[in-house]
């Protein structure tokens, strides 16, 4: 088990990030050489993450391009920055060799408009000069992103490129023992939180003033670099689950869930649903639709264990006919739902009655992942509720340890 210290300490081993930097890095490069590929070009922040171990800031992300990495042959990762950013890396990521700490050459995804074609070619040379330099030139690249400008350049260029994301995926599937304790971290902050959230729910505030509280909350405590999101949502808001928070105030008697979508600790994410009734204790109607919900959540977990498939585990859901009448699987697209957990919100593996049945993935020790139910009366209330896990080879470890066997009463 954890030791759940977040700062580090000279008498306690905790977590050891030059080992979780080295696996990391070494992960990528075997899922590479696997796929039969030369080289990886990272443009996505948590793929940039995982090879080099540097930080994505807020403003920079979800504009891929700003900042990239390459991983070529059996070389260290070289790491394109924007502008002279480069020179605070140097200082603070020793990890990494100077001479592989470049400048970037970025379009912002065709914002650039006509210099757009200029940028993308000093990029793609960059790209053929790294590929050189490390002996895989005229090797198979995989790329984990493209656009309209990198898809013409790959042509004119002569770069032979492939899915390189496949393998990041593999890479990223599998956490070793230093990721799982960020994890477990994860966890232990999420239920502080849940337990914040408990404290302040009251009738008369709002949803959006929890997630506020919640965000302050959560700033507040040391390694956490950003939230992606803390859903909250009351009465009707609650089914169908928009997934969203508003100005709407919470009245007693009201089903508020929250769900912490996702905190983000030394790049790990969480995803942790809760539900609570505010004010009033819930009715025998609402436990009986949480009860259900309940059960399918534990179902499913009940199912998790090394050697199995996620197909054994959306079977033990039912369908989205029989539990809401719909037509068709995707119309209950993340109601009964897993997905994996790391420094993406979705790493594998992503389980779902749409494709689990027909194209299962084999569960291996060292996943992590959430799987959540949610179930409801049509806009009037519904409930959802979720655990985090790490699958090891005799045993499923849960850690989000907020009370879960029955809805959460907060009284006035």
């Known amino acids: 088990m954890g030791s759940f210290g977040i700062a580090g300490v000279d008498w306690q081993e905790r977590i050891n990030w030059d080992r979780l930097r080295k696996y990391r890095l070494e992960s990528a490069r075997a899922r590479m050489k696997a796929n039969g590929l030369g080289a990886m070009l990272c443009m996505y922040d948590e793929n940039v993450r995982y090879i080099t171990s540097t930080l994505t800031p807020g403003w920079n992300r979800l504009k891929p391009g700003l900042r990239y990495a390459m991983l070529c042959g059996d070389g260290a990762p070289v790491l394109f920055e924007q502008g002279?950013?480069?020179?605070?890396?140097?200082?603070?990521?020793?990890?990494?060799?100077?001479?592989?700490?470049?400048?970037?050459?970025?379009?912002?995804?065709?914002?650039?408009?006509?210099?757009?074609?200029?940028?993308?070619?000093?990029?793609?040379?960059?790209?053929?000069?790294?590929?050189?330099?490390?002996?895989?030139?005229?090797?198979k690249l995989g790329v984990d992103f493209v656009d309209i400008n990198m898809l013409r350049a790959f042509e004119d260029e002569g770069i032979v490129w492939d899915d390189g994301m496949s393998a990041m995926m593999e890479a990223r599937a599998i956490k070793n023992q230093d990721e799982q304790e960020c994890m477990r971290i994860v966890g232990a902050i999420g239920d502080a939180a849940h337990y914040e959230t408990m404290k302040f729910l009251k009738p008369g505030v709002t949803e959006n003033q929890v997630t506020a509280h919640i965000m302050h909350f959560l700033y507040n405590i040391p390694g956490i670099e950003d939230v992606e999101d803390v859903i909250v949502s009351s009465g009707p808001n609650t089914w169908p689950n928009w997934r969203n928070f508003s100005d709407r105030i919470i009245k007693p008697g009201d089903i508020v869930f929250m769900d912490l979508a996702a905190l983000t600790w030394n790049g790990y994410k969480s995803c942790y649903y809760r539900t609570y009734c505010v004010g009033k204790k819930p009715t025998q109607e609402m436990k009986d639709y949480?009860?259900?919900?309940?059960?399918?959540?534990?179902?499913?977990?009940?199912?998790?264990?090394?050697?199995?498939?996620?197909?054994?585990?959306?079977?033990?859901?039912?369908?989205?006919k029989e539990a809401w009448g719909y037509e068709e699987e995707d119309q209950a697209a993340a109601n009964l739902w897993g997905h994996g957990l790391g420094l993406a919100q979705y790493d594998p593996p992503v389980i779902s009655r749409i494709w689990s049945l027909d194209h299962p993935i084999e569960i291996?020790?060292?996943?992590?992942?959430?799987?959540?139910?949610?179930?409801?009366?049509?806009?009037?209330?519904?409930?959802?509720?979720?655990?985090?896990?790490?699958?090891?080879?005799?045993?499923?470890?849960?850690?989000?340890?907020?009370?879960?066997?029955?809805?959460?009463?907060?009284d006035m």
């Open 84 to 139: 002279d950013i480069g020179i605070q890396i140097e200082r603070h990521s020793p990890w990494l060799p100077k001479e592989n700490i470049r400048y970037s050459y970025a379009w912002i995804k065709g914002a650039a408009g006509p210099a757009s074609q200029q940028q993308v070619k000093k990029f793609m040379n960059a790209i053929k000069e790294e590929m050189k330099r490390h002996g895989v030139a005229g090797e």
């Open 290 to 320: 949480y009860a259900t919900a309940l059960g399918w959540l534990y179902d499913s977990i009940d199912a998790v264990k090394a050697g199995t498939t996620t197909r054994e585990i959306a079977m033990k859901w039912p369908s989205a």
């Open 364 to 410: 291996k020790p060292g996943m992590v992942f959430a799987l959540e139910t949610q179930h409801g009366k049509n806009l009037e209330f519904g409930v959802r509720i979720e655990e985090m896990l790490i699958v090891h080879e005799d045993k499923t470890e849960i850690i989000s340890s907020f009370p879960v066997e029955e809805i959460t009463f907060v």
